[in-house]
Antibody, heavy 121, light 108 residues
């Protein structure tokens, strides 16, 4: 069974870069697309962007200037970087596997448990 | 940008039928997906491509999509169905995901 696990600092200072890693087991990260989604406290879900091992990616227009994603296929991991963070970036961040059909438009078939990030000095 | 509109809350008695709507301009031309998020947990896909169910999701969960409205229907509602439900589509023109604001389902 596919499992995803987010990891990274739970506390980031304002203006610094938030970096989160998603470790995947039970599947290869080259098999499909992967997205990051976040949820601020008490609010709804916000799509951040997706990444594919071919290098294909797309990010939310509202975050595009601050977001980057990458993959390490040898470790079956992919990474989110969000620079110049503010308190508004405080959220639970989820990594998500696209499926069950192929393509960037396929839904979020499997989610990690989420990684909580607080932006504060 | 494409907008999905959900009612903030829906209440239903046990064993009754709950219907959660998701409105969007010509949403019938899109594939709509639905997620259930229980308190403190990650979302779980319960319906995809308007009306398909992932493995392990009970038949009580069904979906439809017509005109400007998609609907998630939960039959014979159980206390364990209490959760936030989100609809989601893929905006193919910009290749990005769009979520509705979420609906809190309360089982009376």
């Amino acid at each position: 069974q596919v499992q995803l696990q987010e990891s990274g600092p739970g506390l980031v200072k304002p203006s610094e870069t938030l970096s989160l890693m998603c470790s995947v087991s039970g599947d290869s990260i080259i098999s499909t697309y992967w997205s990051w989604i976040r949820q601020p406290p008490g609010k709804g879900l916000e799509w951040i962007g997706y990444f594919h091992y071919t290098g294909s990616s797309n990010y939310s227009p509202s975050l595009n200037s601050r977001v980057s994603m990458s993959m390490d296929t040898s470790k079956n991991q992919f990474t989110l970087n969000l620079k110049s963070v503010t308190a508004a970036d405080t959220a639970v961040y989820y990594c998500v596997r696209h499926g069950p059909r192929p393509g960037s438009g396929s839904p979020g078939e499997r989610w990690g448990p989420g990684g909580r990030v607080i932006v504060s000095s | 940008s494409y907008v999905l509109t959900q009612p903030p809350s829906v209440s239903v008695a046990p064993l009754k039928t709950a219907r959660i709507t998701c409105g969007g301009n010509h949403i019938e031309s899109m594939s709509v997906h639905w997620y259930r998020q229980k308190t403190g947990q990650a979302p779980v896909l319960v319906v995809y491509d308007d009306s398909d169910r992932p493995l392990g999701i009970p038949e009580r969960f069904s979906g439809s999509n017509s005109g400007n409205m998609a609907t998630l229907t939960i039959s014979r509602v159980e206390v364990g169905d209490e959760a936030d439900y989100y609809c989601q589509v893929w905006d193919s023109s910009r290749d990005l995901w769009v979520f509705g604001g979420g609906t809190k389902l309360t089982v009376l």
